[in-house]
């Protein structure tokens, strides 16, 4: 079985400070990893993912993260965050599945950017 | 970017009664999802379906629990008869292909409270 685990149900960051989200799964085979966000009344965007070569990647709007298979960790972050980055961020894994996409979700950490 | 439209976005039904939740995939999308969220929980997968058929399915998506794209219309999540536990966040996803490391797109939910 496979699960993610988000330790931070909520991050509070003032405008212009860096932001570090913190992901760990548990899966036995390789993982394919990815991070959604959702922004208010919205769907779910994928900002990133990985699923092989540099362990560092880079996504949209200047976020990006490092995969650490020693550590099964998938850390999402951004060196200077703004307002709009207000959001609900998942991390997501993708394990082996012959019958077409099904993703395993983290509880998702909500972001609050004071100004 | 592409969207998916989920309709309606709240839904209030009494226990017992049928409802439909209504999806609008990406156009030319060929996999098709529902994920449920419960209230301070993680989103679970229900179910994926391709070609007319449902590829797979969670300990979730109960009997009770239906869906079908009748001719390249709605994807559709009916549940008959509800049940107070189906009270949740149901998310609609789309994606091209079905490959672990496919992008899916979601849509924004819609809220089902069952009474």
């Known amino acids: 079985a496979q699960s993610v685990t988000q330790p931070d149900a909520r991050v509070t960051v003032s405008e212009g400070a860096s932001l570090q989200l913190r992901c760990k799964y548990s899966y036995s085979g390789t993982p394919y990893l990815f991070w959604y966000v959702q922004y208010p009344r919205q769907g779910l965007q994928l900002l990133l993912k990985?699923?092989?070569?540099?362990?560092v990647v880079q996504g949209v709007n200047g976020f990006e993260a490092e995969f650490s298979k020693s550590n099964s960790s998938f850390h999402l972050r951004k060196a200077s965050v703004h307002w709009s980055d207000s959001a609900v961020y998942f991390c997501?894994?993708?394990?082996?599945?012959?019958?077409?996409?099904?993703?395993?979700f983290g509880i998702g950490t909500r972001v609050l950017v004071r100004p | 970017g592409p969207k998916v439209l989920q309709i309606p976005s709240h839904q209030i039904i009494d226990m017992g009664q049928m409802v439909t939740l209504n999806c609008d995939p990406v156009s030319n999308h060929l996999y098709f999802y529902w994920y449920k969220q419960i209230l301070g929980q993680q989103m679970e997968f229900l179910v994926n379906f391709y070609n007319g058929k449902v590829m797979e399915k969670s300990k979730l998506f109960k009997d009770q629990f239906s869906v079908e794209r009748p001719d390249g219309s709605y994807f559709t999540l009916k549940i008959q008869p509800t049940a107070l536990e189906d009270s949740a966040v149901y998310f609609c996803?789309?994606?091209?292909?079905?490959?672990?490391?496919?992008?899916?797109?979601f849509g924004s939910g819609t809220r089902l409270t069952v009474l």
């Open positions: 997501v894994l993708s394990a082996t599945n012959s019958a077409g996409n099904k993703l395993t």
């Open positions: 990985y699923y092989s070569g540099d362990p």
């Open positions: 996803a789309s994606s091209s292909q079905g490959a672990r490391a496919e992008t899916l797109y």
